[in-house]
């Protein structure tokens, strides 16, 4: 567990598919335009942390957040982002955007290997559930269900825009 000063929510932001697919060839292997909604919807305002290989499938800092990528390359620099070490250090670095900004909560934003790490420290899970088994090469890791309150924020269904059904659910940590 990472040591924390604040009481600041860490929540991670993810959409997955029935088989705990996330990603395929380094990008989203769907098309939801409503779940990308929903993901500007949680993210807007606050402080966000992604990984080096996720920052560069989005392509650009995303506006109106402060975008905080994960890297071991010393030598990483991007417009508009601040480059983090490692896990603690982007968490240090997103706490002291989210006070200057009197922001409550920090998105983690993928991809696998920063869920992975994050998943233990973190309260609050924006979980698109995608009611599909999708072939893809980039996994969420396991987790029970049991561990979290489960509310319904939004469902939709599949039509023309969207490819597949799917619901976003906030889970709470159980104390
Ligand atoms: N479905 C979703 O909601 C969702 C969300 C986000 C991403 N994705 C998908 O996930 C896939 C990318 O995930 P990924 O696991 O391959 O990559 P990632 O987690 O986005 O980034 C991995 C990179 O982060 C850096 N890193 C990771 N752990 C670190 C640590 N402890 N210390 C320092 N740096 C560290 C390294 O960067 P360097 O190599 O620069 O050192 C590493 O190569 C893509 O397919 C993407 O589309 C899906």
């Not at 890297?71 to 490692?86: C, L, W």
């Not at 309150?149 to 659910?169: C, F, G, K, P, W």
Request: hydrophobic share 45%.
């Amino acid at each position: 567990m990472i040591d924390r000063q604040t009481n600041i929510r860490l929540a991670i932001v993810v959409a997955m598919a029935r088989n705990y697919v996330i990603g395929k060839d380094d990008g989203l292997p769907w098309q939801l335009p409503d779940d990308l909604k929903w993901f500007r919807q949680v993210t807007m305002g606050k402080p966000i942390i992604m990984g080096r290989v996720t920052f560069d499938s989005i392509g650009k800092a995303l506006p109106g957040r402060d975008n905080i990528v994960i890297s071991r390359n010393n030598d990483f620099q991007e417009g508009n982002v601040t480059v983090a070490g490692d896990m603690e250090d982007a968490i240090a670095i997103a706490e002291a955007f989210a006070i200057a900004r009197d922001v409550n909560e920090i998105a983690i934003i993928g991809g696998a290997q920063i869920y992975a790490e994050a998943l233990p420290n973190v309260s609050r899970l924006y979980l698109t559930e995608i009611d599909a088994d999708i072939e893809g090469d980039t996994f969420f890791p396991t987790f029970s269900m049991d561990e979290w309150d489960r509310s319904v924020a939004q469902e939709i269904t599949s039509d023309d825009r969207n490819q597949y059904a799917a619901r976003m659910l906030t889970l709470d940590r159980k104390a």
